[in-house]
Nanobody
Framework: VQLQASGGGLVQAGGSLRLSCAAS????????MGWFRQSPGKEREFVAV????????RYADSVKGRFTISRDNAKNTVYLQMNVLKPEDTAIYYC??????????????????WGQGTQVTVSS
């Protein structure tokens, strides 16, 4: 499967962005999908995950209440709606696919496929 992330950009603090991740190849609905992010000098960190049917989600404490993950299996796309953005949200955001479709995993090692990343920059 190939994943293509898009929607990043430059936004002021308090603003919003919506990231998209389009999948091609094997059946998108077979995967749990996650978003991770990485800032310069820091390790990649978990942001959010959604199970194959969208029935379960989980968020990092740092984004809970501000970010929403969703998916449209008919469009083979997962989204990350980011509201009330903060400068500390600045990072490259990656989408990833977990072959265990019902898994709620915060561990990047559980994800087999990764997109190329999209840059999000939040100015203060």
């Amino acid at each position: 499967v190939q994943l293509q992330a898009s929607g990043g950009g430059l936004v002021q603090a308090g603003g919003s962005l919506r990231l998209s991740c389009a999948a091609s190849g094997r059946s998108f609905s077979s995967y749990a999908m996650g978003w991770f992010r990485q800032s310069p000098g820091k390790e990649r960190e978990f942001v959010a995950v959604i199970t194959w049917g969208g029935g379960s989600t989980r968020y990092a404490d740092s984004v809970k209440g501000r970010f929403t993950i969703s998916r449209d299996n008919a469009k083979n796309t997962v989204y990350l709606q980011m509201n009330v953005l903060k400068p500390e949200d600045t990072a490259i955001y990656y989408c990833a696919a977990n072959l265990a479709r019902s898994a709620i995993s915060l561990n990047s090692y559980d994800y087999a496929y990764w997109g190329q990343g999209t840059q999000v920059t939040v100015s203060s």
